[in-house]
């Protein structure tokens, strides 16, 4: 086949596809989203698309990964994938093209597979897990390049570059990075990750969150398969643990973590955890584990000073290729004080604005964009906190309602109330009303026990802290 064909396939296939997106989505994003992306090639089931930023791959992948698959099966069938290739400065036309990885649809690269007999949990329940994570659950896009430096988190940095360089050394094994949430720890672990993989191919790298391996241990643990969960673990040169403060309360996760540790730090393979706190504020974890987390380097991430606010907002602009005046530079900087995932979503909020009024982004519009994210934080319906708290607790949002008594529930139960008052302007009687019909009373006493528990307990502030950041992000998205 010529090349040009490949392109004429591609447009055919790619408007096959689009008829069937389309039918999903609304005129508005079928038009802004859509329509710009341009069919490359097509070849052996292979589509490669051209998009005109990387604000759009961030919108596909964020939103539109089942229905872009659900078109190519459709399309295509099971074995298509999907490539982006993004232009990078818009300004100046076709100048130049980067391929950007993880398509919804790509097979999983060759990992260095862990030895024969042992299955991963990561691909037991094939069904569950979307094809597009590959075997080690890097992502390419987190890579130190990208991380930027700053006053707080310059420690952090360096002591991840330096285990990147020597994996496995004593002197920095385990490295622990704490810090609240969304200042870049999953970033700068993935980063060193990545970076190890470059190096060295060889070595078999593994993120996996708390949550995740808890998950999988539990499973296993239902299925008799807790020695092939163990063996697998046991495979790994590099073990990158996300969010260890999920321990908590897990007594059974606990061990099974401590045995896996064990054998790795003895055979020198590195250990990498992050957390949300230091070890020994992790509520009920054993002694003997949190002893383990402080052997190696400890480092924490502060909240990002003005600078590098200000330089990973130039970043992002640049890389979607958006011209922004200083003053909205400072503007935002100033604005945004505690993450950088809310700094993040704020950016996207501003750029989405710019989209949507297809004008450049000036000091006007990014007061409105912003004005929006923290009216829409203002105007959040309890429906949605409620939806919110119950996942962070990982229950279903009836047991919010319901009359259930267990701990768990009714702590979920406060923080929900709780952020229903802050969060709305619902009466203490109408928030009642919708947990369950409850009497003002009750949520009167929710609300004291919340705040008088945030006096002490920084658990408590920092779930509240997440879920908050949950919803800065929802309401930007
Ligand atoms: P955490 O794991 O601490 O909650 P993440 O690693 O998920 O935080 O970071 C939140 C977002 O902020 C991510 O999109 C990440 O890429 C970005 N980010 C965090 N720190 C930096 C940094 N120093 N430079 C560039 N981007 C960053
Ligand atoms: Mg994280």
Redesign the pocket.
Known sequence: MQAGDHQVKAKSVWGKCCDLIAAHITQEEYQNLFEPLIAESFVDGKLILTLPSYYFYELLERRYVPVLRDALNRVVGEHATLEYSILVDPQQGVSQHHELSPSPARPAPQAAQPSKGIQSPFQNKAAQVPDFITDNQLQEN?TFE?????EC?RLARSAGLAVSQKPGLKNFNPLFLY?S????????VQAIGNRIKTVEPGRFVLYVSCEKFTDQFMEALRNNQVQNFTNYYNTVDVLIIDDVHHLSGKTQTQEIFFSIFNSLYLANKQIIM?SDRQPKEIATLTDRLESRMTWGLMAD?QQPDYE?KVA?IR?KMYKDGVEIPKEVVSFIAESVEKS??EL?SVINGVIFEAFLDKTDVNIELAKRAMNRIFQRIESMDIDFIKEQVASYFKIPVEDLEGIGRKKEIVYARQIAMYMAKNFTKSSLKAIGKQFGDRDHTTVMHALDKVNKELESNEGLKKAIEEIKSRFKAEAAA
């Open positions: 987190y990208n991380f930027i430096e700053g988190n810090g949430v969304g200042l870049g720890k999953t970033h700068l992050t991430i590098t990973i970043q950088i995932r993040e």
